[in-house]
């Protein structure tokens, strides 16, 4: 009998104009009283929180604002360092997981969202083929230049062994960097082929002459 996926009620949701990507970094600076609150107890927890990209409505509350409205598909993000360099702001560092899907959400009273969600399987390890390597050579070339001039931190999406030959984290790391729409990372970070994605992206990089 297959293995059934797995589900987390209620978990806390940060709803963002940005798309995080399984792998991928997220600084985040807090002060939103709803949000210092869900930082503060995924950091004592060691539990994650889910980023969500938005749809609709703005990352901070306006009052008198059209409600947010969420993707349905977000990733898992778990806290790697927090910073209170004063009252009322949390500096925070952030790692991508794993993908879900919102089956239910709510908006309680205070502003913060919370679903139960369904946790999409990891990408599967594909190959690159040898028509799509000079996407992974190119972004060893992008990356290390970044690191060079510090616009990435060393160990930036964990560049370790085997991950040049990896389509789906090859895929992710060039959908970070290109500068694309909020709509089509999301398109992109919610397909389950890997190899597609890394497809999608090479005929990106064609089209913009990278």
């Known amino acids: 009998m297959p293995d059934q996926p797995l589900t987390l009620n209620s978990l806390p949701l940060f709803p963002l104009g940005t798309v995080l990507f399984p792998g991928g970094e997220l600084p985040l600076r807090v002060f939103e009283v709803r949000?210092?609150?869900l930082i503060d107890k995924c950091h004592r927890a060691d539990a994650p929180f889910g980023v969500v990209n938005l749809q609709q409505g703005n990352e901070v509350q306006v009052a008198g604002a059209p409600h947010e409205q969420l993707d349905?598909?977000?990733t898992l993000a778990h806290i790697t360092t927090l910073e209170r360099p004063q009252a009322g702001l949390?500096?925070?560092q952030c790692k991508g997981s794993q993908r879900f899907r919102i089956e239910r959400q709510e908006r309680l009273k205070h502003g913060l969202w919370v679903a139960d969600v369904t946790l999409l399987p990891d990408d599967s390890?594909?190959?690159i083929p040898d028509d799509l390597k000079h996407t992974a050579e190119a972004l060893r070339?992008?990356?290390t230049s970044l690191r060079e001039r510090g616009a990435i931190s060393a160990d930036s999406g964990t560049d370790g062994p085997g991950t040049y030959q990896d389509c789906g984290?090859?895929?992710n790391r060039w959908c970070e960097l290109l500068p694309l729409k909020n709509e089509l990372k999301q398109r992109?970070?919610?397909?389950?082929n890997p190899l597609l994605r890394?497809?999608?992206v090479a005929d990106i990089l064609t089209r913009t002459g990278m």
Do not use: Q
């Open 90 to 92: 949390f500096i925070v």
């Open 169 to 171: 984290w090859v895929a």
């Open 141 to 143: 070339k992008v990356r």
């Open 198 to 200: 890394l497809e999608l």
């Open 125 to 127: 390890a594909v190959p």
């Open 35 to 37: 949000y210092l609150d």
């Open 72 to 74: 349905a598909i977000g």
């Open 188 to 192: 992109l970070m919610a397909l389950d």
